[in-house]
């Protein structure tokens, strides 16, 4: 049964810095896409960034691109987003993602995506 189980939510301050971590268990990832999205209160899940270990192949949303940085271990079957530069407006449960198909696959879209945490809560302050 594959889990995949976030960590490094909190709260921090405005220009702050967060690290989340994903957690995969119950198979590999290595040639699968592997990403986080998040959902602000009353919005939707939206894209934040995505990495494929195979071929180091990244994407991120154009409102993060600048301030976060998406990474792979792949012998831990993990994935970790670095977030900096945080704003208000970043506020949101984050979610790890990771698709169940290999091959040519958009990686900004959730339906790619099979398998979900739970969700971790970012809240920034003002």
């Known amino acids: 049964q594959v889990q995949l189980v976030e960590s490094g939510g909190g709260l921090v301050q405005a220009g702050g810095s967060l690290r989340l971590s994903c957690a995969a268990s119950?198979?590999?990832?290595?040639?699968?896409?592997m990403g986080w999205f998040r959902q602000a209160p009353g919005k939707d899940r939206e894209f934040v960034a995505a990495?494929?270990?195979?071929?180091?192949?990244?994407s991120y949303a154009d409102s993060v691109k600048d301030r976060c940085t998406i990474s792979r271990e792949n012998a831990k079957n993990t994935v970790t987003l670095q977030m900096n530069s945080l704003a208000p407006e970043d506020t949101a449960v984050y979610y790890c993602?990771?698709?169940?198909?290999?091959?040519?696959?958009?990686?900004?879209?959730?339906?790619?995506?099979?398998?979900w945490g739970p969700g971790t809560q970012v809240t920034v302050s003002s």
């Open positions: 993602a990771a698709s169940r198909v290999v091959g040519r696959v958009s990686p900004t879209s959730a339906t790619t995506y099979a398998y």
């Open positions: 119950g198979r590999t990832f290595s040639n699968n896409f």
């Open positions: 990495n494929r270990w195979s071929d180091s192949r990244t």
